[in-house]
């Protein structure tokens, strides 16, 4: 709803805009504005601006671009000296920075994060093969589903323009001490020969369902408190395997006492996601993840007019005086909100809202291609852990998120491996330790050539044939014992805490704050450096992108009073194309956004479904 | 067609933008409001010597440069920068200067075509007291840094054409180089991109 108090958009504020029929009827070709053509830009920071945001994290930066294109003039600062803050992608360098200022206690980075502990390989610091710029290291890394909030901003916004990104369609779940790859389509189900065919019938049944679960009150109202588990079992007679891998691989759930909603919506989002560009269900961006996309739309932010200062820490705010205040001295009014990521808290702060849910998280730098896990033509897998897979009998998922070069966010010849964690305390660490060397043991069994090699095992005929030791290879791989160990180029572990738990995408009690600067001063604490401050959540454990627009806007509601013309951009060139060459049209956007529609269609392929008549032969 | 990326460096003012607006769109607009749209401009030219078409994906510093905080998105796999100073700002030279030892530090390709641009010739045409940089001065130290040089008028068009001539005939060079170099790499494994604006159309589980 648009209320009178709300600012027109930059769109609306625009010449053009206000004499656009008359350019229209003399039909002037139009040609995409500029980004960023200067006014005589002042030398200084602005005096004044509507919202001021410090963190340039994933939800800031949305935020930031959202509030420009409506027309706020807006501040984004960071203290540090790169973009992406709890989102970001860093060098080599950077990360042991990083792990410093962790460790170091005195910033309010360690409110955020503890127990980093990083090791570097010999051969990485010293190398004349990998320089600190080859590798991009997400702190909160991500995947992007392919029907999802995020990617029909990015679409909208422009902002993918500035991506590049790749496909992912290979989710592992690790079972008796080795990766099944996921039976994810419809097709592999049918073809499936380990499937019964009543097996068959059932997990068809249940996918049915599932795409139009929350139209189907009465078949999982009874469920609604009890775990997804019984709902499966006892509704549709699901077996083990099966209930694993709709749970952990595709629901990307952490244990199976999660609620049956939760799990049917998570379920539904990787089946809808299924073939929309393609045979899979994520994407992610290349040169790093939350990183990237922050970058993007800070840039994005930028073209719509906001000022951004990197090395620029907030001091204090006084909401009376409605003044910022930040390191170098240099001073600013705000007009509306502050808003800042719990890492950039001013000293003295006394609002930071409580982090008190902990994501552990180990990453790995590995002399490896991890080829061998990736789905043909891609760069990246996700690697599951049910409950009880491994051996430290963790009762909590370990998920692992595999980036190759590929994606060149690591060099040639190496692998970073993200893992992560919901589990809490030491016990955390111990699971982390488990998956890593499941993997570990994984990756050199399926990529060693030693075997192939050996002597013993392949022996050339009289004529030069080879003939393969069978009996010997077989008993080969069950006694195998690695004699090849995987370098490890660095190991960083840490601990972060968030506002968010687990599945909750955003909790929004966390932004509750009056629309109205407070007349009364004792809810004021004294003393504190950051009254009247908004905080944003730190990054959640979730791995998928899904809590990012849901945070952005519920802050963008709260600054602007509605979120009605979030991200209501209307780009000039919109329907004509700026140039025609080889049919070459950039700025068309296709993307399907009407969630009826997409759900109809949803509806469609299972209606239309062919292999029903196949399962009956 | 080969499609190249170009950036944009320089101060705030010294008229990177008119320079690109200049070259896209073959106008000048004094008085133009800031604007906003595209997330960057595309242009393409013809080499005369061979009919080479060359398309050129631009990008502006969108005010990012004020406190010089670009993004490494910014300045990743560029092929080209344009560093603009203006020749009647005194200190814009030495400002140029840094962006490109910026620029040189955050990009690792050696095969980056760097155009050092003095603008707003134009200004010292009708009033030489105006001009604060010799064309001696800046041709000479690019010469000496390897960069390419030319002084241009973004109001009046002189020379902006020619610049983005010359940087795509430099830029040609290296590719068919680079490609006679590449002769029989294996080009296999690379990992290919998804477009997000194109959903599938032919969705192989619908009927439609």
């Known amino acids: 709803m648009l209320n009178a108090e709300r600012r027109p958009s930059v769109a609306e504020r625009r010449s053009s805009f206000l004499s656009g029929s008359l350019q229209n009827s003399m039909n002037i070709p139009v040609v995409p504005h500029l980004a960023g053509i200067e006014d005589p830009l002042p030398e200084t920071t602005p005096d004044k601006v509507d919202v001021l945001i410090a963190g340039t994290g994933m939800v800031e930066s949305v935020l930031a671009a959202a509030l420009a294109w409506q027309g706020s003039s807006v501040l984004h600062i960071d203290k540090n000296d790169y973009y992406g803050d709890t989102s970001a992608t860093l060098t080599i360098d950077q990360i042991s920075n990083w792990v410093n200022e962790v460790n170091s206690g005195t910033s309010s980075l360690s409110v955020c994060y503890t127990n980093a502990k990083l090791y570097i390989s010999k051969s990485l610091r010293h190398s004349n093969t990998y320089v600190s710029r080859d590798f991009g290291i997400d702190l909160s890394p991500k995947i992007l589903f392919a029907k999802s909030d995020l990617l029909s901003i990015l679409v909208k916004s422009r902002v993918h323009q500035y991506l590049e990104f790749q496909s992912l369609s290979n989710f592992h779940t690790y079972e008796n001490d080795s990766f099944e790859k996921l039976t994810n389509t419809k097709q592999e189900i049918f073809t499936d020969q380990n499937l019964s065919l009543m097996s068959k019938r059932n997990l068809m049944r249940f996918i049915k369902f599932v795409l139009v679960w929350d139209e189907q009150p009465e078949i999982w109202q009874q469920y609604a408190e009890k775990p997804i588990s019984d709902f499966l079992v006892e509704k549709f007679k699901l077996e083990n395997n099966q209930l694993y891998e709709l749970i952990f691989s595709i629901g990307l759930c952490y244990n199976l006492d999660v609620k049956t909603p939760n799990a049917l919506q998570r379920i539904r989002r990787y089946l809808t996601s299924f073939d929309v560009y393609g045979p899979f269900p994520v994407l992610y961006s290349k040169f790093g993840g939350p990183g990237e996309l922050s970058q993007g739309f800070c840039r994005s932010a930028a073209v719509a007019g906001s000022t951004y200062k990197l090395n620029s820490q907030l001091l204090s705010f006084n909401p009376t005086t409605k003044e910022a205040v930040f390191k170098d001295g240099s001073k600013i009014k705000v007009e509306e909100r502050v808003i800042v990521s719990p890492t950039q808290a001013p000293l003295d702060s006394k609002n930071i809202p409580k982090q008190e849910y902990e994501v552990h998280r180990l990453t790995c730098i590995v002399e490896k291609s991890c080829s061998e896990w990736f789905g043909e033509g891609e760069s990246a897998a996700v690697v599951v852990f049910p409950p009880n897979s491994l051996k430290s009998n963790n009762r909590t998922v370990v998920q692992a998120f595999i980036v190759g070069s590929g994606t060149e966010s690591c060099a040639k010849g190496t692998c970073i491996w993200y893992l992560s964690t919901v589990e809490t305390g030491p016990r955390a660490e111990l699971d982390l330790d488990a998956a890593l060397e499941a993997l570990e043991r994984s990756i050199i069994r399926e990529s060693s050539t030693d075997l192939e090699n050996e002597n013993d095992l392949i022996q050339l005929g009289p004529n030069g044939q080879t003939i393969i030791n069978s009996v010997k290879l077989g008993q080969s791989f069950k006694e195998y014992i690695p004699r090849e160990k995987v370098q490890f180029l660095l190991k960083l572990y840490y601990t972060q805490f968030t506002s968010t738990p687990p599945f909750d995408v955003v909790t929004p009690s966390v932004f509750e704050f009056s629309k109205e600067w407070p007349k009364d001063s004792s809810l004021l604490v004294p003393g504190a450096s950051d009254n009247n401050i908004v905080y944003t959540s730190m990054p959640c454990a979730e791995i998928s992108y899904d809590d990012v627009i849901t945070a952005a806007k519920v802050l963008y509601e709260k600054i602007v009073g509605s979120d009605d013309d979030f991200f209501d951009v209307d780009f000039e060139d919109e329907d004509i194309p700026t140039y025609q060459n080889n049919g070459d049209v950039q700025y068309q956007n296709t993307f399907e956004e009407d969630d009826e529609e997409d759900e109809a269609r949803d509806m469609d392929i299972v209606e239309n479904e062919e292999p029903m008549g196949e399962m009956e032969i | ?208």
């Open chain 2, 1 to 208: 067609m080969l499609q190249f990326k170009l950036v944009l460096l320089g101060d705030s003012s010294v008229g990177k933008s008119s320079i690109v607006y200049r070259f896209v769109k073959d106008s000048f607009d004094e008085f133009r409001e800031s604007t906003i749209g595209a997330a960057f401009l595309s242009q393409t030219i013809t080499l005369e010597e061979n009919n080479q078409v060359i398309k050129f994906e631009i990008w502006d510093t969108a005010g990012q440069e004020r406190y010089k905080s670009l993004a490494p998105m910014y300045y990743r796999n560029a092929n080209a920068a344009l560093v603009v100073y203006d020749v009647t700002a005194p200190d814009s030279l030495m400002k140029a200067k840094s962006w490109i030892e910026e620029l040189k530090k955050k990009v690792g390709n050696e095969e980056l075509v760097i155009c050092l641009v003095g603008n707003k010739v134009d200004i010292c045409e009708e009033d030489d007291t105006k001009r604060k940089i010799e064309f001696e001065e800046a041709k000479d130290w690019a010469n000496d840094e390897n960069l390419l040089f030319y002084e241009v008028s973004a109001k009046t068009g002189y020379n902006v054409k020619e610049v983005f001539q010359k940087i795509g005939e430099q830029l040609y060079e290296y590719k068919k180089a680079e490609q006679a170099n590449k002769g029989t790499q294996d080009n296999s494994n690379i990992t290919s991109n998804i477009r997000l604006q194109e959903p599938q159309a032919s969705n192989p589980t619908s009927c439609c």
